[in-house]
T-cell receptor
Framework: LAKTTQPISMDSYEGQEVNITCSHNNIATNDYITWYQQFPSQGPRFIIQ???TKVTNEVASLFIPADRKSSTLSLPRVSLSDTAVYYC??????????FGAGTTVTVRA | DAGVTQSPTHLIKTRGQQVTLRCSPK?????VSWYQQALGQGPQFIFQ???????QRGNFPDRFSGHQFPNYSSELNVNALLLGDSALYLC?????????????FGPGTRLTVT
């Protein structure tokens, strides 16, 4: 599975846009890019998944450049409840998910 | 539509004991995966069950075993508990046909080994 690198932590304020960039230089042709969100003492929650270009849903947007060696999760107008750990995963859906340490996003009032 | 449920919520065991954790997948899902999450770390894959068989296994010793029942629910068994087994154990369900990385996680079982 391709290894991912993302910042350990990010701080933001309510109403701002938060962008988390994940590096995955060794991504394979069949790999998808998936982001999960996790609150303390809860299981991770699927946020968004993409293969190339841009994907948007009601929660976030995912930007993937043409070379697919990185991706950026964009959270628009964050609120205090968006404080969580965000994980970037890369894989072809072959059974297991490989989580790294994730990015701790702290939203302040 | 019920999501993934796990039981018990919390559990305290003594070193050397055995424990069984239970998971019911999201309605319509046929695949169950188990993860261990130590404090401050990301979840680590233990194994996955599909059609009542272990389909893939992570880097965990044989003390960790599992089972999937015909109704797709699953159990995780850990024998000869060690202090290092203290963690949040997460169950995730998915639909094999999708072939993607979208799994639905339960709230987890917090296991404390003393």
């Amino acid at each position: 599975l391709a290894k991912t690198t993302q910042p350990i932590s990010m701080d933001s304020y309510e109403g701002q846009e938060v962008n988390i960039t994940c590096s995955h230089n060794n991504i394979a042709t069949n790999d998808y890019i998936t982001w999960y969100q996790q609150f303390p003492s809860q299981g991770p929650r699927f946020i968004i998944q993409g293969y190339k270009t841009k994907v948007t849903n009601e929660v976030a947007s995912l930007f993937i450049p043409a070379d697919r060696k990185s991706s950026t999760l964009s959270l628009p107008r964050v609120s205090l409840s968006d404080t969580a750990v965000y994980y970037c995963l890369v894989g072809d859906g072959d059974y297991k998910l490989s989580f790294g340490a994730g990015t701790t996003v702290t939203v302040r009032a | 539509d019920a999501g993934v449920t796990q039981s018990p919520t919390h559990l305290i065991k003594t070193r050397g004991q055995q424990v069984t954790l239970r998971c019911s997948p999201k309605s319509g899902h046929d695949t169950v995966s188990w993860y261990q999450q130590a404090l401050g770390q990301g979840p680590q894959f233990i194994f996955q069950y599909y059609e009542e068989e272990e389909r893939q296994r992570g880097n965990f010793p044989d003390r960790f075993s599992g089972h999937q029942f015909p109704n797709y629910s699953s159990e995780l068994n850990v024998n000869a508990l060690l202090l290092g087994d203290s963690a949040l154990y997460l169950c995730a369900s998915s639909l094999a046909a999708t072939g993607r990385n979208e799994q639905y996680f339960g709230p987890g079982t917090r296991l404390t080994v003393t």
